[in-house]
C-alpha cells in the first residue's frame, strides 16, 4: 500500500510539473524561455515588413586558399550560372631545370593536370564536359583576387584537353604508375585530366637562360591554365569546387623517359600552385534571362510577395519595419524576424544558404551591422544558427531582441535592414570603429545557396518581426 501511495505522489508531481510547463510559452521562434503571454502584463505583437529585392553589386572575390567553383548550373527559377578558373603553376624550385638532363630525355609519355575535388552543389547527377585551354601570353593576368565578376581573360583557342566527368565517381579507385617501380591507387577525391603531350615537350625544351631562370620569366613563356566548361553537356546542373593551394593534390605532372642506349627509365616533374605568388581568378557569370527571378526583381511591387535570395554574385531584399519607430517604452522579451521559406522550382536539388541580415546607413553610405546581437567567436566565425541565418523547419529566424530593446530604451536609429547571403561579409558597427571590414565567412563556398521566402505581401508566409514585451 505504502509503494502505491508513493506511485501515486510521483504521478501527480509528474503531471503538475507537465502542465506548469505548458504555460511557458517558447514558441516556434527559437528555443528559449518566455514569459505567458497573457495580454495583461506580457503582450505579443507582430509588425508588418515592407520588403523589396534588388541585383547585388557584389566586389567579392576568392582568394588563393578558397575554394573554386567549375561548371554549368541551370536551374528554372534562378537561371544559369557559369563558373570557370583561371591559375597558374611554377617549377617547385625557382631558378634551376626542374627535368633531369635536358640531352637524356627520350619521350614524353603523358602530362597529367591535378586538381583537389572538395564537393558539389546542385544535381549529384550532373555530367559536365570540361575543356582546358592556355592562358594567353597576352593575357592581362597579373595577380589573384579577381572579383567574381571580372571579365574572361584571354586564351589560346586550341585546347590543350576535354574530358567529360561525373564528379561523383572521383573518389573511385585508378592505378596511376609514376616511375618503374612505384604504383600508386588514385587519392580519394582527385579530378585527372590527361593534357596534350606537346605542352610537356615545350615544358622541357625551356632552359634556365630564359623561363626557368626565375617565377616572372616562366609567367612569361607559359601564363597558366583556364578551364572552362561546355554548354552542350550531358547534364549541366551542378557547380564542381576545387581547391588550389594543397600542392600534394593539385599540380601539374610531366611523365618522361630519359636515358641512354643500354638503359630507358621513366620518371616525372611537377609543377605546383604556389601559395605565395600564385595568381588565379574563379570568374562566376549568372544569366537571370527569362526566369521568375527576373520577373519579380523587375517588378515595382513596393511588398513582394515573393523574395529571391540567390548566394553571391546574387541578390538581396530590403526590409523596412515602420513600426519600430513608434514603440512606447517596454521591455522587450524576445523580438525575432520570421522568414519562410516558400516551395520553387527544383528546390530539392539547389538546397537553401546561410543568410546574414545586417543593416543600411544611407547617411554614411555603409552598410552596418547589428549591434549586441550579431557577433562572431574569437576567431571571427559567424555563428548562424545562434544569429538566425540557417534554416530550420523551413524557417529562417534573427534574434533581434537587443537591438530592438536599444531602440525602446536609447532611441537607437531604425535602419533598413538588408537580407542577403555573401560568401564573405564585412562586419561594420560605426564609420569610427578600426576593426571595421574584418571578413567574415558567410556560406562555405562562393555561388552555394539559394532560396525563395516570402515577402511582406505574402498572404501566407508574411515575412514579419514578432515582438513580445512587458509593459513598464
Known amino acids: 500500500m505504502k509503494n502505491i501511495f508513493i506511485a501515486i505522489f510521483c504521478i501527480t508531481i509528474i503531471l503538475t510539473f507537465e502542465q506548469s510547463c505548458q504555460k511557458i510559452d517558447t514558441t516556434t521562434l527559437g528555443a528559449g524561455l518566455i514569459s505567458t503571454v497573457d495580454n495583461v502584463n506580457t503582450f505579443d505583437t507582430l509588425l508588418e515588413v515592407r520588403t523589396n529585392n534588388y541585383y547585388l553589386n557584389d566586389s567579392t572575390a576568392v582568394s588563393r586558399n578558397d575554394n573554386h567553383a567549375l561548371g554549368i548550373l541551370d536551374d528554372p527559377e534562378f537561371g544559369k550560372t557559369t563558373a570557370s578558373i583561371y591559375f597558374d603553376v611554377l617549377p617547385a624550385n625557382s631558378g634551376s631545370y626542374p627535368f633531369l638532363n635536358k640531352d637524356s630525355i627520350k619521350g614524353i609519355d603523358s602530362v597529367i593536370l591535378s586538381l583537389d575535388y572538395k564537393g558539389l552543389y546542385g544535381d549529384s547527377n550532373s555530367i559536365e564536359k570540361i575543356h582546358v585551354y592556355e592562358i594567353a601570353r597576352s593575357a592581362s593576368f597579373v595577380d589573384t583576387l579577381y572579383r567574381l565578376n571580372h571579365p574572361d581573360f584571354d586564351i589560346i583557342p586550341t585546347q590543350l584537353a576535354e574530358t567529360t566527368v561525373n564528379f561523383t565517381t572521383l573518389n573511385d579507385p585508378q592505378v596511376i604508375k609514376k616511375g618503374t617501380d612505384t604504383t600508386l591507387v588514385n587519392q580519394d577525391n582527385i579530378l585527372r585530366i590527361r593534357l596534350d603531350k606537346n605542352l610537356g615537350q615545350r615544358l622541357a625544351a625551356y632552359d634556365t637562360s630564359t623561363a626557368y631562370k626565375s617565377d616572372s620569366m616562366f609567367i612569361q613563356s607559359f601564363k597558366g591554365f583556364s578551364l572552362k566548361i561546355d554548354n552542350a553537356g550531358v547534364r549541366n546542373k551542378a557547380l564542381a569546387y576545387f581547391n588550389l593551394s594543397d600542392n600534394a593534390r593539385t599540380r601539374l605532372t610531366v611523365y618522361y623517359r630519359v636515358g641512354n642506349t643500354t638503359k630507358i627509365d621513366t620518371t616525372f616533374t611537377e609543377f605546383i600552385y604556389k601559395n605565395l605568388v600564385a595568381k588565379g581568378a574563379n570568374l562566376i557569370a549568372r544569366n537571370i ?67 546574414f541580415l545586417d543593416m543600411i546607413d544611407s547617411a554614411n553610405n555603409i552598410y552596418k551591422s547589428i549591434p549586441t546581437d550579431f557577433s562572431t567567436d574569437y576567431q ?86 514578432r515582438i513580445i514585451y512587458t509593459k513598464i
Not at 308 to 327: C, E, F, M, R, V
Not at 389 to 405: A, D, E, V, W
Open 289 to 355: 534571362a527569362n526566369t521568375p527571378y527576373a520577373a519579380n526583381i523587375a517588378k515595382t511591387i513596393p511588398d513582394k510577395e515573393k523574395l529571391y535570395i540567390q548566394s553571391g554574385p546574387g541578390s538581396y531584399a530590403t526590409l523596412y519595419i515602420p513600426g519600430l519607430k513608434n514603440l512606447t517604452n517596454r521591455v522587450i522579451q524576445r523580438a525575432e524576424l520570421i522568414v519562410e521559406k516558400i516551395p520553387s522550382a527544383e528546390d530539392i536539388l539547389f538546397g537553401p544558404p546561410e543568410l
Open 380 to 465: 571571427g566565425n559567424y555563428n548562424a544558427a545562434d544569429f538566425g541565418g540557417s534554416i530550420k523547419n523551413n524557417q529562417y529566424t534573427f534574434k533581434l531582441t537587443r537591438f530592438i530593446q536599444s531602440i525602446v530604451t536609447h532611441k537607437a536609429a531604425v535602419y533598413t535592414f538588408r537580407l542577403y547571403a555573401p560568401y564573405y561579409t564585412w562586419p561594420v558597427y560605426s564609420p569610427a570603429v578600426s576593426l571595421n571590414g574584418y571578413p567574415v565567412k558567410v556560406n562555405p563556398n562562393v555561388s552555394q545557396g539559394r532560396v525563395v521566402v516570402g515577402g511582406g505581401g505574402n498572404a501566407t508566409s508574411k515575412l514579419r518581426l
